[in-house]
C-alpha cells in the first residue's frame, strides 16, 4: 500500500477516534502502525502523517482554528506502538531464521567431517 493510502486511512482513523470519540478503533490505529512499518516507513513519517492527519481533519472540522487536542498525542502513541511491535516481530523472525542456518551449518559441517573420516 502507498503513502497515501496509508495517510488517507490515518486519517479516517483520526477523524472516528479523536473528533467522534469511538475508541474501538484504537486496535486499527495500532495495525496501521504495523503495516507503516511493513511499508518501510520510519517513525518520523508516522510523526508526519499524524501531523497532516490532525491537521487536515480539524481544518475540516473547524476551519478557523489549528489548535491540537491533547488526545491527539494517544493516537499517534498507538500507532507508533504498532511500529514498534512489528519492528520487533521482524527482529525476531530475522534471529530465528539467523539461528536455523547457524544449526544447519553445523549439522552440515557434522556430516562432511562424518564422510571425510
Known amino acids: ?8 486511512r ?5 477523524k472516528v477516534v ?11 490505529v495500532r495495525e496501521l502502525g504495523r ?24 481544518r475540516k472540522r473547524w476551519p478557523h482554528s489549528a489548535v491540537g487536542r491533547p488526545s491527539d ?3 499517534l ?3 507508533l506502538l504498532g511500529w514498534n511491535e512489528e519492528a520487533h516481530a521482524t527482529t525476531a523472525a530475522i534471529q530465528s ?7 544447519t551449518l553445523r549439522i552440515m559441517q557434522g556430516v562432511a ?3 571425510l573420516a
Open 113 to 115: 567431517e562424518d564422510r
Open 10 to 14: 490515518y486519517e479516517n482513523l483520526v
Open 35 to 58: 503495516e507503516l512499518f511493513a511499508a518501510k516507513l520510519t517513525p518520523a513519517d508516522a510523526v508526519r502523517m499524524h501531523s497532516r492527519a490532525v491537521f487536515q481533519v480539524g
Open 97 to 103: 531464521t539467523l539461528e536455523s542456518r547457524e544449526n
Open 73 to 75: 498525542l494517544g493516537l
Open 77 to 79: 502513541l498507538e500507532l
Open 18 to 28: 479523536l473528533f467522534e470519540g469511538q475508541i474501538q478503533y484504537l486496535s486499527a
Open 1 to 8: 500500500m502507498n503513502q497515501e493510502d496509508l495517510q488517507a
